[in-house]
């Protein structure tokens, strides 16, 4: 089957920890996120080529004892509708699977779940649940009821999982990331990422300085209370 892979990263050791993998990514997305630093991929993936995914089994079949894991990325992948079918070529290759998603289509990774086409899944939660923060950071109106079943379903899952929320200036509070640890309480891992002002989908945001690193280790401290293992990431 011929899959619409618009990148792929043949190594990566800090997506997944303890993991030597490759990223292959998806075209499009449901969310405008003007922090996004994946714009082309996410509104434009037309104008990138196609990866043939025999290209990426070659290359695996190469590194054959090296390569640990694929991750799944995008973009969002869960709007893909043949993505088991993938992720069932991918686990054919003997490799194990992470995906990564913003958590809007809870019935495809509830599928994905059940049929162990997953191993790992990093669920992006944007800002707290409530709609007008998340409308505003994702840059669309959000069916949070979705989210909320995302989020549900990886806590009482028994695959590993972790959240992860951008701490962008101007959009996210550390009030907003004890609301969210709180919304995740008991969760098996939390990360707070490190804002990238690079090539953002609303170029504004371009301008916009990261927080110093103790700003987002004072929030990881905060969030603590909910979480156990929470960390930063990026900085």
Not at 149 to 167: A, G, M, P, Q, V
Not at 198 to 227: C, M, W, Y
Request: with cysteine.
């Amino acid at each position: 089957m011929t899959y619409p892979i618009k990148g792929f990263n043949p190594h990566t050791f800090i997506d997944w920890d303890g993991m030597l993998a490759c990223v292959i990514y998806l075209p499009g997305c449901n969310f405008l996120c003007p922090f996004c630093h994946s714009s082309v991929l996410a509104t434009a993936p037309d104008s990138l080529k196609t990866v043939p995914f025999e290209h990426i089994e070659r290359f695996v079949q190469e590194k054959k004892g090296w390569i640990d894991a694929m991750i799944i990325g995008g973009g969002e992948p869960t709007l893909y509708k043949n993505l088991p079918d993938l992720l069932k070529d991918i686990k054919n290759l003997r490799l194990l699977v992470k995906l990564d998603t913003n958590g809007t289509n809870p019935q495809m990774l509830e599928d994905l779940i059940r049929q162990g086409l997953v191993d790992y899944v990093a669920m992006d939660i944007k800002s707290s649940l409530e709609q007008s923060n998340y409308d505003k950071a994702t840059g669309v109106s959000v069916d949070l009821a979705a989210i909320r079943k995302s989020i549900d379903l990886l806590l009482n899952s028994k695959i590993d999982y972790e959240f992860r929320t951008t701490f962008v200036p101007t959009l996210i509070e550390r009030t907003d990331i004890v609301n969210i640890a709180q919304a995740i309480s008991g969760a098996k891992k939390f990360v707070l990422q490190q804002f990238d002002p690079k090539d953002t989908l609303d170029f504004r945001f371009a301008g916009i300085k990261p927080h110093a690193p103790e700003v987002l280790n004072q929030a990881v401290s905060l969030a603590r209370e909910f979480v156990e293992n929470c960390s930063v990431r990026g900085i």
